[in-house]
Structure formats: C-alpha cells, structure tokens
C-alpha cells in the first residue's frame, strides 16, 4: 500500500503559479501511474492531468492544457503538478492518485486547497 501526501496548495491571485507536490511513501511510484484530480465545492471530482509510470506518457484535461505540466521524480518518489496561468475557475481541493493505470486509481491522499482570487 503506498501512501500519498500532497503539498503546495494555498491562496494566488489569478494569473499567478503554484506548484503542488505529492510525495509517497510504503512503496516506490515508479511502478505506478499517477493523476491529479480536483473537486470544487458542489461538483464532482473531476481528472486534471496523469503520467506514466515512465513520465514519458503524460494526459491533461482540456480545460488545464498549456497552463498546467505534471511531472514525476521517480527518484524522489515524488509528483509535481505545475499550475500556471491561474483562474479563479481553478479553485479546488486537488488530489493526487496512484494505481497501476490510468484506468484504476487505487490510491489517495487527502487533498490540498488551491483558491485562485479573482
């Protein structure tokens, strides 16, 4: 079972950048695939971006595309969602997730608040 702790989130204004990170522990991520999901209040969690298990593969949700890049350091056990060109639509607790594809996110963590002020 790996475990996931994200970090990074907080208050921007629009237009600003925040990079969040989700560092794991019990196992190593290089096996697995990761995502970044988001829930604002009121809607359903929603996929913002994943990657491959290598990096080499990498998805993102229209909405996100040229703003925001998620990266991996296998190394650091670690994943980074860089989010830049913030909008106030933005706003969310944002997840990371691991699983053995794309397809099967088996494991959470507990989310971090990102709110972009108009």
């Known amino acids: 079972q790996v475990q996931l702790v994200e970090s990074g989130g907080g208050l921007v204004q629009a237009g600003g950048s925040l990079r969040l990170s989700c560092a794991a522990s019990g196992r190593t991520l290089s096996s697995y695939a990761m995502g970044w999901f988001r829930q604002a209040p009121g809607k359903v969690r929603e996929f913002v971006a994943g990657i491959s298990s290598s990096g080499i593969v990498t998805r993102y949700t229209d909405s996100v595309k040229g703003r925001f890049t998620i990266s991996r350091d296998n190394a650091r056990n670690t994943v980074y969602l860089q989010m830049n060109s913030l909008k106030p639509e933005d706003t969310a607790v944002y997840y990371c997730?691991?699983?053995?594809?794309?397809?099967?996110?088996?494991?959470w963590g507990q989310g971090t608040q990102v709110t972009v002020s108009s």
């Open positions: 997730a691991a699983g053995p594809n794309r397809y099967d996110y088996k494991n």
